[in-house]
Structure formats: structure tokens, C-alpha cells
């Protein structure tokens, strides 16, 4: 089955910098990943898919990229704000879909000011 | 637009008691509906999930059930709760083609 790593140690960053996540998974590169926020006592919410065939995708401050030779995606939170602390989840399709998705534990993300 | 509710939002029960937990959404026909457990700094395992009214999938062998009796409704319960049921409920359905999910405010349950 597939694994998913996420650091899970808590990234503390100051603000006004560039907050940078990684994602890994081990086994088959999945079509598209997404990534999703979470506030503490809430659900997830989504913020950004990226497909197999895209290195790079932007949304407002929010950056991903997507390496299936390296297995890897990354997730960048440029002039990064307080409002912007909180877990981050990558997650993946499963191949045994409907719409199953396969989620990584997290990495909080805390921006001091 | 669509919604997704879900209750109650905290819930304290006894080891051996019943559970019921409901989730709603609206604004949208014939979702997939998925019911997800987040352990306190864990990652979220999913539960079950449905693809139409009456179908249920699981995911993993436990004393949960969950059903589906209406098209945008999707329960889910145990006739006797464990200490081990504890844990931060979420239920979601999925939107679009992407496999994109959209969460419900999440119940809170504490079994003592």
C-alpha cells in the first residue's frame, strides 16, 4: 500500500518568510495530489491539486510542485502570516478510487510575527 | 452551492453505550460520501464510504457502522462504544472529477 511522509515535526517560521513542505510517497506516482488545510477542532479544507503531468502550480501565495521521479511534492507558503498557521495534509488518490483519498499526517506550520 | 453539516459537534459518552452520528449535505445529488477518524495528532483514516443509498464500504474491521438511508445523509454508529472509539470525526464528500473532498465541521468524541 501506499505510504505518505509528511515531516512531523512543527515548522516555526517568522513572518514575512517562505514556509516549505514536503510530501513523499513510496510507492505508484498517483494522477494528481492535492493538499489541504487544517485549523485545530476543524476539517480539512482544500487548497490546491496538482496533476501528474504539471511541475508547478500556483494559487496566491501557495506554490506546489509535483516530482514523480523523485516521488516528492513540495508545498511553498511565500510571506508567510500568522493566519496562515495551521496543519497542512498532502494527500493522494487511491487506485482503488472512488474517490478514495489516502492522506499524509500533517505538518503544522507555525508563523510568529 | 454546496454544504456539508454535521452533529452533534462534541459528544462525551460512557464505554458501552451507543453512538450516533449523523452528517448531512446539500447541494448535490448522489455524492460520494466518506466518514474519516483523526486520533489526536494523527492523520485521518477512513472509516467507510458510499457511493449511493444503501451502499456502504469499509475500511477497517472495528464495532462502527455506518448506513446510508437517504441520498444526502450518512450515519454513523456502534451499539457499544470502546475507549479506543475516541477521536475527531469527520465526514466529507467528494466533489468533481478531481477527487477533491470538502470536510464537515468535524464531532468531537470522548468515550470515558
Known amino acids: 500500500s501506499q505510504k505518505i511522509e509528511q515531516n512531523s515535526e512543527a515548522l516555526n517560521i517568522q513572518e514575512g518568510k517562505t514556509a516549505t513542505l514536503t510530501c513523499n510517497y513510496t510507492?505508484?506516482?498517483?494522477?494528481?495530489l492535492q493538499w489541504y488545510r487544517q485549523d485545530p477542532g476543524r476539517g480539512p479544507v482544500f487548497l490546491l491539486l496538482?496533476?501528474?503531468?504539471?511541475k508547478e502550480k500556483r494559487k496566491e501565495r501557495l506554490k506546489v510542485t509535483f516530482d514523480t521521479t523523485l516521488k516528492q511534492s513540495l508545498f511553498h507558503i511565500t510571506a508567510s502570516q500568522p493566519a496562515d498557521s495551521a496543519t497542512y495534509l498532502c494527500?493522494?488518490?487511491?487506485?482503488?478510487?472512488?474517490?478514495?483519498?489516502?492522506f499524509g499526517a500533517g505538518t503544522q506550520v507555525v508563523v510568529t510575527p | 452551492s454546496q454544504t456539508i453539516h454535521q452533529w452533534p459537534a462534541t459528544l462525551v459518552q460512557p464505554v458501552g453505550s451507543p453512538l450516533s452520528l449523523e452528517c448531512t449535505v446539500e447541494?448535490?445529488?448522489?455524492?460520494?460520501l466518506y466518514w474519516y477518524r483523526q486520533a489526536a495528532g494523527r492523520g485521518l483514516q477512513l472509516l467507510f464510504y458510499?457511493?449511493?443509498?444503501?451502499?456502504i464500504s469499509s475500511e477497517v474491521p472495528q464495532n462502527l457502522s455506518a448506513s446510508r438511508p437517504q441520498d444526502r445523509q450518512f450515519i454513523l454508529s456502534s451499539k457499544k462504544l470502546l475507549l479506543s472509539d475516541s477521536g475527531f470525526y469527520l465526514c466529507a464528500y467528494r466533489g468533481g472529477i478531481t477527487d477533491t473532498q470538502y470536510f464537515g465541521p468535524g464531532t468531537r468524541l470522548t468515550v470515558l
Open positions: 458510499s457511493v449511493g443509498i444503501g451502499q
Open positions: 447541494g448535490t445529488s448522489n455524492p460520494n
Open positions: 496538482i496533476r501528474e503531468n504539471e
Open positions: 510507492n505508484y506516482s498517483p494522477a494528481y
Open positions: 494527500a493522494l488518490v487511491r487506485t482503488d478510487s472512488w474517490g478514495k483519498l489516502q
